[in-house]
């Protein structure tokens, strides 16, 4: 059977690209060196050559070229019913998030609880690799320690408070695991330990703070939108301003993007939800390979540009507020197959990108 094997389906790949190289007397290779702001990378399987020249080669100016279309949404002539006192939001920030990324996401997922079903995971699922790092994270943290404090988190201490975070995030799922979760969890319960040791030598170099608060919860409200937040972590500094701080597991995400736009809004609606001054936002990105920083504000933007960022963006986050309101359900065209997917049958984006090209 075709595919049946990896060695198979390497074989005919290896001959299909074959064909294409034979097929003119000059081809050029190209791949997307970012999406959603995640940086990309060439596959490996390609020849040393060819994989070399595609990373060196020009920008063909295609991504561009999407991004900058006309029509960016389609507005549908249904009419959907405003946002009545009272009503109930899910999915927190996230529907802030889904308001920018794709209107009529905010209305299906978060007014009308709308839940995409996810794909068969192999292995460990990855909400729960996410819930693990998290769980062991809160534990770390609880007894909200300084930075002086972390630095001194050495030797048997450190293995210590590490064993115990991971055993209290570990306890749930390990209770009524079979044979195969058992072992896989026993993988993870190591991979997870190395990333704390990198987790807290990353955060000893941060500079001077102390953690306020783990897991905290609060309430936004703006009109008639009311959305329940919970933020990891928030650190105070001397000065009485404070940090806030989300985990993300798994793809690496970025705050702002390469020209300086908002690419997550999640801390900064957590930010117009406090009533602490905010000095810094920044999201702690936890794969298998890194701890990696991102963040705007203090240590990451100048003094002078913070305040009027921090402003803009409130103004944009009451924006899509007033649009969640009224009902507005527009259809990002340009967002991608692969994002709209899992509402396809409800929006018809298929069809109504087809329509417009």
Known sequence: MPDSSPDDTATYADKVLSRLLQSAQRVQ????????????TATDLLPNHLRNSAVTGSDPGWYAAILNRSVRTHVVSDAVPAVEAGEQISGGAAAIQNQFNDPVTAFVVNRMSARRIHPQAVGIPAPMRGNLIHDALYKLYVDLPSSDDIAAWQGEELKSRIDEALSHAFFRHKKNADTVLQQLLALEHVRLGRLLQQFIAVDSGRGAFSVASVESDNEFVNGHIRLTLRSDRTDQFEDGTCAIIDYKSGAKKRLLNRVGEVQ??????????????????????????????????RGFTSVEEWPGLLQRVEQQIAQACVEISTGDVRININQGLQNARPLNVLTRYTELRRDLR
């Open 264 to 297: 997550e809004f999640q801390l900064f609606v957590y930010a117009a939800a406090t009533s602490m001054p905010v000095s810094a936002l920044l999201l702690v990105n936890v794969d298998s390979r890194e701890i990696n920083l991102d963040g705007v504000g």
């Open 29 to 40: 290779c190209s791949f997307s060196t970012s999406d959603d702001d995640i940086e990309q």
